[in-house]
């Protein structure tokens, strides 16, 4: 079978099956996908560097909690690395492997300006994993027979990802923002606050939306604006203690955060 009439054949499918968080199209069982992010997860541990501050990681997972605790349970235990390693461009997103594996960059912490932040950058992550994004674009790429390589909770191939699979990418970005929203407001957190933050880091792409794996900043503002006006009022939490977190990191990380390269989303602008 050609490519093209597979890769239409593949979204046919997923079209069917994708109406609910986790479905869709997925070679990989739980089994599997657990075995799998496993794996990568000890991959990323042998390139990066962990931050070795109790205070830290007690504070990340703790706010790990409150969101995973908003989400049906399937069954995944999420586990939270804080590392020194600035990663995924300019969003700082944490990189997010299949089985639940979250790994939050120093950069994301001290690029927030406030817990709220963190958290919506946070629920974006564990929304990749609890819509099985990576397993399901890895799917794709076993059907459709293209060597893609996992590479910060995504599957690319270093820039010649083919069309079809970057409208899947930008559908799955999507994806994770609506549900980073409810997520957020659900526990607790200002929804607010991961909009505010895109706007202030996320550049404007300069590719054409067609070949740009990513959702531009303006429509990933519109559409998180769209459906926080569709939520109910309410209070949402404060905290005092993020200054003392981030003073805690920049003592940890006292040059300027290492860049790994070989993380970054191979075709971010």
């Given at each position: 079978m050609r490519l093209g009439l597979l890769v239409v054949l593949i979204a046919t499918l997923a079209v069917a099956q994708e109406r609910q968080v986790g479905q869709g199209l997925n070679?990989?069982?739980r089994e599997k996908e657990a075995a799998f992010g496993a794996q990568l997860a000890q991959e990323v541990r042998q390139r990066t560097t962990s931050?070795?501050?109790v205070v830290v990681r007690d504070f990340?997972?703790?706010i790990g909690r409150k969101l995973t605790a908003q989400l049906p349970d399937a069954g995944i235990s999420y586990t939270f690395t804080v590392i020194a390693d600035d990663v995924n461009g300019s969003t700082h997103e944490?990189?997010?492997l299949p089985g639940g594996y979250i790994f939050v960059p120093a950069s994301l912490i001290l690029t927030?300006?406030?817990e709220a932040e963190c958290a919506g950058m946070l629920a974006h992550s564990i929304a990749h994993v609890a819509a099985r994004h990576g397993t399901r674009q890895a799917t794709r790429a076993e059907a459709a027979g293209v060597p893609l390589v996992f590479t910060g909770g995504w599957v690319g191939n270093g820039g010649a990802v083919p069309l079809g699979f970057l409208s899947f990418q930008r559908a799955f970005e999507a994806e994770a923002d609506a549900v980073a929203v409810q997520m957020?407001?659900?526990?607790?957190y200002d929804p607010w606050a991961l909009v505010r933050y895109i706007g202030r880091v996320q550049p404007?792409?300069?590719?054409?939306?067609?070949f740009s794996p990513l959702r531009s900043r303006e429509s990933r503002i519109a559409s998180m604006e769209k459906a926080i006006q569709e939520l109910s009022l309410k209070s949402y939490l404060s905290s005092d203690e993020f200054p003392r977190i981030q003073g805690e990191v920049r003592r940890l990380t006292p040059n300027q955060v290492r860049r790994t390269p070989s993380l970054l989303h191979p075709n971010e602008d």
């Open positions: 070679f990989y069982s931050l070795d501050s990340v997972e703790q944490p990189i997010s927030s300006q406030n957020t407001w659900s526990a607790g404007e792409s300069t590719k054409p939306n067609a």
